[in-house]
């Protein structure tokens, strides 16, 4: 199956610096999804976003589908964003509608 | 109510209780899932219902047992269960699970579950 990584597992800011977290995905993909999980468990969707490049607010996403990876931009830091995301795909074929999930990389933005 | 709900938020059973998971949607959607999150491991896939069929079981355990009554309810009924089995269990729900169709996920706010 689709095997998802991604990068750092862990990222300690200071609150107001900008971040890059990545997601690599070794197959083609129909799908792909940003959450952000916060501390009491509940995921949010940031982005579904299979290709091109996304917008809202401080966050940013751009998917490259022919190079098999997702990038997501977090500016201007706030407390408030600490949490893990999770970069999900679901890919063509097989369990058609499963969405795989990375391991996730967790944030901490400190005051 | 919006979005996906889920009751309780929070449970404690012992291990020859019987409990049920409530999952509800209010997005008009098709298909409905349940994953387990446990402590430093992924979110694990466990049961997937398209249209109130059961379309997979990945490998659960039978202590866990679903129910889809309509596309807008999910239960996982618990019994025996082991406290290897507590975690996170969260309920999702898309448009549709086929492929090629637009399928984003949203995820309701979780039941932490302990197994005593």
């Known amino acids: 199956g689709i095997q998802v990584e991604q990068s750092p597992p862990d990222l300690i800011l200071q609150e107001g610096a900008n971040s890059t977290l990545r997601c690599n995905f070794s197959?083609?993909?129909?799908?792909l999804q940003w959450f952000h999980q916060n501390p009491w468990g509940q995921l949010i969707n940031l982005f579904y976003?299979?290709?091109g490049t996304k917008q809202n607010g401080r966050l940013s996403a751009t998917t490259v589908a022919t190079e098999r990876y997702s990038l997501l931009y977090i500016s201007s830091s706030q407390t408030t964003d600490s949490g893990v995301y999770f970069c999900?795909?679901?890919?063509?074929?097989?369990?058609?509608?499963?969405?795989?999930f990375g391991k996730g990389t967790k944030l901490s933005v400190k005051p | 109510e919006t979005g996906v709900t889920q009751t309780p938020r929070h449970l404690v059973m012992g291990m020859t209780n019987k409990k049920s998971l409530k999952c509800e949607q209010h997005?008009?959607?098709?298909?409905m899932y349940w994953y387990k999150q446990s402590a430093k491991k992924p979110l694990e896939l466990m049961f997937v219902?398209?249209?109130?069929?059961?379309?997979e079981n990945n490998s659960v355990p039978s202590r866990f047992s679903p129910e889809c009554p309509n596309s807008s309810h999910l239960f996982l009924h618990l019994h025996t269960l082991q406290p290897e089995d507590s975690a996170l269990y969260l309920c999702?729900?898309?448009?549709?699970?086929?492929?090629?169709?637009?399928?984003?996920?949203?995820f309701g706010p979780g039941t932490r579950l302990t197994v005593l």
């Open positions: 999702a729900s898309s448009q549709d699970w086929a492929s090629g169709i637009r399928n984003e996920q949203f």
């Open positions: 197959d083609s993909v129909n799908n």
């Open positions: 976003i299979p290709s």
């Open positions: 999900a795909v679901r890919g063509y074929g097989g369990s058609q509608g499963n969405l795989i």
């Open positions: 997005l008009g959607h098709n298909a």
């Open positions: 219902y398209n249209f109130k069929e059961q379309t």
